[in-house]
T-cell receptor, first 112, second 114 residues
Framework: KQEVTQIPAALSVPEGENLVLNCSFTDSAIYNLQWFRQDPGKGLTSLLLIQSSQREQTSGRLNASLDKSSGRSTLYIAASQPGDSATYLCAMDNNAGNMLTFGGGTRLMVKP | ETGVTQSPTHLIKTRGQQVTLRCSSQSGHNTVSWYQQALGQGPQFIFQYYREEENGRGNFPPRFSGLQFPNYSSELNVNALELDDSALYLC?????????????FGEGSRLTVL
């Protein structure tokens, strides 16, 4: 059974800082890994999708990496802004069916 | 192109009651998945429907059931509500059960059980 852990659970940084969010998983037999953003009380927005054969994906100020051998993924956010404040969730698909296993999320606060 | 819509957005029930939540999938999507997200936690997979059939199920008891209709909209039904069923219920649609990664979420239905 896949287990996903995100550390830290909460993070507060000043505006402009570069930061790294961590995600670890126990079963490396994944089809893909996604990072999502969730604003309070809202649904999820997909940020980046890394296929099993890939090592990283980039979108704007976001970069996500995947290391299956160590069971880890990181989400790097460059030059953080107050608008980046949200909960960030990693999730993986183990059976190519879009039935995702999520971590508990990291709640990010970027202070002006 | 319309996104995933869910109703109601908020509702309050008492323990032992039954609830039905509804989801309209994104245009062209034939697969709908439901997730339960307790406060402060990540979403947990409940089940998935593909072309009106249950296509996969997470670790939830049988009192959680669902339906998918010919237009691919879906319902989540929960019987004999318990306090721990209080959560945000998220619906997600995708173009097909095998199209991994193309997953679009609705805003959720917030259920409070008293």
């Amino acid at each position: 059974k896949q287990e996903v852990t995100q550390i830290p659970a909460a993070l507060s940084v000043p505006e402009g800082e570069n930061l790294v969010l961590n995600c670890s998983f126990t079963d490396s037999a994944i089809y893909n890994l996604q990072w999502f953003r969730q604003d309070p009380g809202k649904g999820l927005t997909s940020l980046l999708l890394i296929q099993s054969s890939q090592r990283e994906q980039t979108s704007g100020r976001l970069n996500a990496s995947l290391d299956k051998s160590s069971g880890r993924s990181t989400l790097y956010i460059a030059a953080s802004q107050p608008g980046d404040s949200a909960t960030y969730l990693c999730a993986m698909d183990n059976n190519a069916g879009n039935m995702l296993t999520f971590g508990g999320g990291t709640r990010l606060m970027v202070k002006p | 192109e319309t996104g995933v819509t869910q109703s109601p957005t908020h509702l309050i029930k008492t323990r032992g009651q039954q609830v039905t939540l509804r989801c309209s999938s994104q245009s062209g999507h034939n697969t709908v998945s439901w997730y339960q997200q307790a406060l402060g936690q990540g979403p947990q997979f409940i089940f998935q429907y593909y072309r009106e059939e249950e296509n996969g199920r997470g670790n939830f008891p049988p009192r959680f059931s669902g339906l998918q209709f010919p237009n691919y909209s879906s319902e989540l039904n929960v019987n004999a509500l318990e306090l721990d069923d209080s959560a945000l219920y998220l619906c997600a649609s995708s173009p097909g059960a095998g199209n991994t990664g193309e997953l679009f979420f609705g805003e959720g239905s917030r259920l409070t059980v008293l």
